[in-house]
């Protein structure tokens, strides 16, 4: 069991570890909320999509982290779509399915628009297959990024259909 007054170092070690059991990922989701409230740690600082076992441990304590806290860090989280083979980002995919669409749709927005402006074609395939993932089904709420997407992907030789 992780004691509450673990400091940062210790949360990052963590982070790193291989396979963590589902009770100590919410235990150090618990211990990380404990950080962001008594402001000893930056959330994002611990947003790192890769392919580590950190990026998958920290996503999988996402529904164990406060809502507010994980909206508010949506654009840094979809990082996590420029490749959705990375370990962590298909349970980020499951975890956004379920998430209230106005933050999701106002999130997708902006990270379109940033994958767009980079120029990184897989980032924006990838963003496009959850959007119009028929599992998820949000394709609706998300048409005017559908056909953004789609128009740059096809600008640049990619047929996504």
């Known amino acids: 069991m992780i004691n509450p007054s673990l400091e940062v170092e210790e949360v990052v070690k963590r982070l790193h570890e291989k396979e963590l059991y ?3 990922v ?8 404990q950080l962001v409230d008594n402001q000893s740690i930056d959330f994002s ?7 580590g076992s950190d990026w998958e441990n920290l996503a999988m304590m996402l529904p164990y982290l406060p809502r ?3 909206i508010a860090h949506l654009d ?3 990082e996590g779509f420029m490749d959705i083979n990375w370990p962590g980002s298909p349970v980020l995919y499951g975890f956004l399915s379920e998430m209230d669409i106005d933050p999701l749709h106002a999130s997708f927005s902006r990270v379109l628009k940033k994958a767009i402006d980079l120029d ?6 990838w963003l496009l297959v959850f959007m119009k993932d028929e599992r ?7 048409s005017m990024e559908i056909e953004q997407g789609c128009g740059y992907l096809k600008s640049r ?5």
């Open 22 to 24: 589902i009770h100590s």
């Open 26 to 33: 919410i235990e150090l989701a618990f211990t990380i909320k």
């Open 45 to 51: 600082s611990l947003i790192s999509p890769s392919g």
């Open 68 to 70: 507010n806290l994980v």
């Open 76 to 78: 840094p989280l979809l």
């Open 120 to 125: 990184d074609t897989e980032w924006v395939y």
């Open 136 to 142: 998820v089904n949000l394709k609706a709420h998300f």
């Open 157 to 161: 030789g990619i047929d996504f259909e």
